[in-house]
């Protein structure tokens, strides 16, 4: 079966900390990577894609192990504003549709 | 503005009774799909479309029906033999399910059935 796992959490950090969140999925051909953010009660909305040399965006670090098929989201001096939930996606290959983890939830308090 | 419409934002209805939900997008991309999102899971998908007249099965397709008469429309029709209907239903589209382009999403219609 196709998954893609993650911590649902929550992860309650004060404002300024770093937290990670780490992915894992199970395809090992898959070939796009991307995570987004879920507010509550909306729609999920990109918050960037994944590459195989990591990129950042920001505050804002993501990384691809392919050798250990995980994925993850570093975010350094933490908002309120970012509290929501993120969630880890993968494309197995060309001609399917994405594959969404079930999100972790982060909680960012004052 | 380009987007991805969905409306209405909340639908109700009863039980035994099919229901149309609209997705529109103006942003000329090819793939279209539907999800639906129960609380505390994940994105589920019902159907998608790689181009205008054609679509195939998710994974959860079963008392779902979809069409693709146009580009910019993918309409998902929640029929009387889906057992759970009642949940948050998402539609996306990107700008080819060829390769490895993000998926956009609408705001979502929340239907609940009793």
């Known amino acids: 079966r196709k998954e893609v796992e993650q911590d649902p959490g929550p992860f309650n950090v004060p404002e300024g900390a770093t937290v990670a969140f780490n992915c894992t999925y199970s395809n090992s051909a898959s070939q796009s990577f991307f995570w987004y ?5 909306k729609e999920p909305k990109l918050l960037m894609s994944v590459y195989s040399s990591g990129n950042e965006d920001g505050r804002f ?3 691809l192990n392919r050798a250990s098929q995980y994925i993850s989201l570093l975010i350094r001096d933490s908002k309120l504003s970012d509290s929501a939930t993120y969630l880890c996606v993968v494309k197995w290959q060309a001609g399917t549709a994405l594959i969404f983890g079930k999100g972790t939830t982060l909680s960012v308090s004052s | 503005d380009g987007g991805i419409t969905q409306s209405p934002k909340y639908l109700f209805r009863k039980e035994g009774q099919n229901v149309t939900l609209s997705c529109e997008q103006n942003l000329n991309h090819d793939a279209m799909y539907w999800y639906r999102q129960d609380p505390g899971q994940g994105l589920r998908l019902i159907y998608y479309s790689q181009i205008v007249n054609d679509f195939q099965k998710g994974d959860i397709a079963e008392g779902y029906s979809v069409s693709r008469e146009k580009k910019e429309s993918f309409p998902l029709t929640v029929t ?4 759970n209907p009642t949940a948050f239903y998402l539609c996306a589209s990107a700008r080819s399910g060829l390769s490895s382009y993000e998926q956009y999403f ?3 219609t929340r239907l609940t059935v009793t």
Do not use: H, V
Request: proline share 7%.
């Open chain 1, 37 to 41: 953010r879920q507010d509550c009660r």
């Open chain 2, 106 to 108: 609408g705001p979502g």
């Open chain 1, 61 to 63: 670090t993501a990384q």
């Open chain 2, 80 to 83: 009387s033999a889906q057992k």
